[in-house]
């Protein structure tokens, strides 16, 4: 029996990592609980270099953790695409150094990975619409999608050794305090500069046919924090789909935040901003998750984008007035 659950987590003070932090305070009232996070910026409560085994060993050393929560990455597709060494640097050798690390320091420590369901690529398209399964193959096309299959199946590998992993394959989540790099917000952020008056009602857009299945993500960081604190063998060295089986057009999204403000805007397609998307449809079934840790999506995605949306409002007010963000406060 577990009388302290030491919990470290990669990739802290992220999007993700800030969410999780919060999901895990809220659960200190339960009592024996410690979370160290850890990540390369200032803000993280301990600076390290995810690609640098030595440091990690260190951290991992010094936490004694009883679960790590691994998000640390390259996370925005774009952003690995534009620096793709940097992305398999972190994204794969930085899992390979936690997972070494945490076989040789804590080896009864369980191992939580954020994956991602772009390691499933081409299967969307085999699969016609339909939500995949984890025992989908993963045939990744993109960098991104690349580096998180790779370091599922060295996961997945490692847990034939004796590592006690738990990968998840989440779908796309947003949620207040992500980054404009995701469509979500990137709309956002465009509605509440027109919204106050920054920029004429009119959002340019390109390829908006494509559906993607889309969470929120404090549904997201839930399955995370229960994964890290239930004590669950039969989890172990298994993945499992986190995903709403409902997967959305990215024009309805638009739509509905545009709506949400009560504005007149004008959507008009750029031609030079078309590409079309390889992949039309992408859904997920979390069934496997349903049934081992009783997870599955809470936050409706109405409330989702009004949350979203809010956020920006606050955060373009707070670039015209520094002082506005104190006084009203933010998710972010």
């Not at 999901?23 to 409560?45: I, N, Y």
């Not at 945490?102 to 772009?118: K, T, V």
Request: hydrophobic content about 45%.
């Amino acid at each position: 029996m577990v009388l302290e659950n030491r919990i470290l987590i990669t990739g802290a003070n992220g999007f993700v990592g800030t969410w999780l932090q919060r999901e895990l305070a809220s659960r200190k009232s339960l009592g024996g609980l410690s979370v160290f996070p850890v990540g390369h910026g200032s803000a993280a409560g301990q600076r390290v270099d995810i690609t640098d085994y030595h440091q990690v060993a260190e951290a991992i050393r010094e936490a004694k953790p009883t679960a790590i929560v691994h998000l640390a990455a390259v996370a925005a597709p774009n952003d690995a695409r534009r620096a793709y060494r940097r992305a398999w640097d972190i994204n794969v050798t930085g899992t390979m150094n936690v997972a070494q690390a945490a076989m040789e320091i804590a080896p009864h420590a369980r191992l939580i990975f954020a994956g991602s369901a772009d390691a499933y690529g081409e299967s969307f398209i085999e699969a016609d619409g339909e939500p995949v399964t984890e025992k989908a193959a993963l045939k990744p096309l993109s960098v991104y999608g690349a580096t998180k299959a790779a370091a599922d199946i060295l996961l997945g590998q490692l847990a034939g050794e004796g590592l006690k992993s738990i990968r998840f394959r989440p779908f796309n989540h947003t949620g207040p305090g992500q980054s404009d790099a995701y469509v979500v917000p990137a709309f956002a952020r465009q509605v509440a500069e027109i919204s106050a008056g920054l920029k004429p009602p009119l959002i340019e857009v390109g390829n908006l046919a494509a559906q993607r299945d889309f969470m929120d993500v404090r549904d997201v960081v839930r399955a995370y924090a229960d994964a890290a604190l239930a004590d669950i063998p039969d989890a172990f060295g298994r993945v499992f789909n986190l995903a709403s089986g409902k997967p959305r057009q990215i024009h309805a999204i638009l739509d509905a935040l545009v709506e949400k403000s009560g504005l007149k805007i004008e959507i008009r397609v750029d031609p030079e901003r078309l590409r079309g998307s390889e992949v039309a449809i992408a859904s997920g079934d979390a069934g496997a998750a349903l049934e081992v840790f009783n997870w599955k999506p809470e936050i409706s995605f109405e409330t989702t984008l009004i949350d979203v949306l809010d956020d920006w409002k606050q955060r373009v007010a707070a670039e015209q007035d520094p002082g506005a963000r104190q006084r009203t406060g933010s998710a972010s």
